[in-house]
């Protein structure tokens, strides 16, 4: 009996795959993907600054080989960790996704930078401004105090802090998208 449950997610998965690889090749025949073509992948134009650099770096985090394109493997290893990953793989990514310059910490400046880009995309009105609860986040989660979040500081403030845990979830709910990719498809 436990066997077949799992062979159904395999199906399951199997099905999706195909599916998004459809999807893929019907918005990218080349089978990789430009940073320009990924903006119009997911229907993204006329953005804020912060939220274009936010979307640039989301795409060089995708782009693992750093050959300046997504092929088809990497978007489907992109999507696998945003749609099924484990909490700890996302929020390793997320600080991966946060840390712009890649010296290994996110300071100040770059988180307060990806909460503005975050709500710029999702377009919500919010009780406080991107400042005010970057500091929030900054009081709460930086142990250490030295303006600064290592790895360690990011995952367990994030396990923590249920707002803060929210907007990172927000940051790469690509839910949204994936619905609107499918609505643009069903309407060609």
């Known amino acids: 009996m436990g066997n077949t449950s799992s062979s159904t997610v395999d199906d399951l ?3 999706e795959i195909h599916h998004w690889y459809k999807k893929f090749m019907t918005e990218c025949p080349s089978g990789q993907l430009t940073l320009h073509e990924f903006k119009q992948f997911f ?34 290893a992109a999507l696998s960790l945003v749609l099924r990953g484990k909490i700890e793989q996302k929020l390793r990514w997320y600080f991966k996704l946060y840390d712009v310059d890649g010296n290994g910490c996110i300071d100040r400046h770059e988180l307060l930078n990806i909460i503005k880009a975050v709500r710029a995309i999702n377009g919500c009105d919010h ?16 142990v250490n105090g030295d303006g600064e979040l290592s790895l360690e ?32 498809r069903h309407s060609v």
């Open 13 to 15: 998965q199997a099905v």
């Open 43 to 76: 229907g993204l134009r006329g953005l804020s600054g912060e939220a274009n650099s936010y979307i640039e770096q989301m795409f060089r985090t995708f782009d693992m080989n750093k050959d300046g394109y997504i092929d088809f493997m990497e978007y489907v």
């Open 127 to 142: 009780d406080t401004t991107a400042e005010e609860f970057t500091n929030r986040v900054f009081d709460k989660i930086d």
């Open 153 to 184: 500081e990011f995952v367990e403030g994030a396990r923590k802090d249920e707002e803060f845990m929210d907007v990172m979830m927000k940051s790469l709910d690509l839910t949204h998208i994936m619905t609107m990719i499918n609505n643009r």
